[in-house]
């Protein structure tokens, strides 16, 4: 049985002292099977078990183990009173619908965990014949192309807003503000997703380029990508660097914060968001990652072929890449067809 009190399986629980009597050893007892995380088929049971075994344990990253634990928290609590075998493909959809209707990325990643959930359940506990996900319509739950670009003055206006700030009709430095510029700049130069940026080591610089093996890919097509360093790269990085020497940080990661590490999702996004407010874009729906977009379509704009941006976005075809392109780029036609016949 799993103890509830700190989630570890266990062959024997404490429930008591000898000296305390038989009837507090009872009381606890009760207590503890009452509890429902502790009832063999029950789906509180059933979530505890699963995000043990197959998400806390898994090689996903920290960010997607704690996204993936929070959305089987939820789904415990609002099935607290189902035992696994009762609950029905309409029961998960009425849930995915009151709890994601508007949100139909996130929907559809909890569509395909709910389907892990309940094959766990068929396939290592028994508890099940069928999988009752396996029913869910998830074509509405497709992930929506996202619309928003950003102007470069946007941005330009958000990185010296995280960088400075004004007190008293002076522009003072934020604690984190050279760095801040250094990770919006890269973002842009290098057109990676931000948990690559923020985790970039310096054992991925070498030999004149920057090797990715993006973490969105890594367990599906493995896809990797090695950038030229170009000059300004190369600025970005020695820039990084020397910050890192002024405040004696000597760390594995090239924008690392004043703890050693990488900074973290969070991290990021209280920065940005804390610039969004100061630069007066905090009504505005524009994330950091929209700098992946952006410098996709300026690519674009500028005549880089379709091929060319696929490499550097580290995508398996074309198709994904034109998702990042927010500007519909015109092909160019230079067929020089002469006209068979005469036009006098």
Known sequence: MRDPRDGKLKKWIRLSKVAEGESVMLRRLSDLLSIAQSLEGGMPFLCSEFKAERILQSSY??????QYASYIDLISKSFEEFHCADVTTKDLADFIRHYYKDKPNTAGKVARLMKKLFRYAVSTRGWRKDNPADQLETEQYHTERRKVLLTHEQVQKVREAGMYFTKQGKKIETQSGAMFGCLVDMA??????????????????HDGVISFRPTKTAKTSGKAVDIVITPAIQEVID?????????????????????????????LKSMWDRAKERAGFDKV????????????????????????????????????????VKDVIPETSDIDLPLPWSSA
């Open 188 to 205: 842009y130069l290098l057109w990676q997703r931000a948990i690559d940026i923020r985790e970039l080591r310096e054992a991925q610089i």
């Open 285 to 324: 729906d524009m994330t950091f990652k929209d700098i992946r977009a952006l410098a996709a379509t300026d690519a674009a704009r500028a005549g880089k072929s379709k091929e060319e941006l696929r490499k550097r976005l580290a995508h398996t075809s074309t198709e994904t890449s034109e998702i990042y």
């Open 239 to 267: 820039r990084a660097r020397a910050i890192k020497r002024e405040r004696n940080i000597v760390s594995v990661y090239l924008f690392a914060n004043r703890d050693k590490k990488c900074y973290a999702k969070s991290g």
């Open 61 to 66: 990253g920290q960010e997607t183990r704690d």
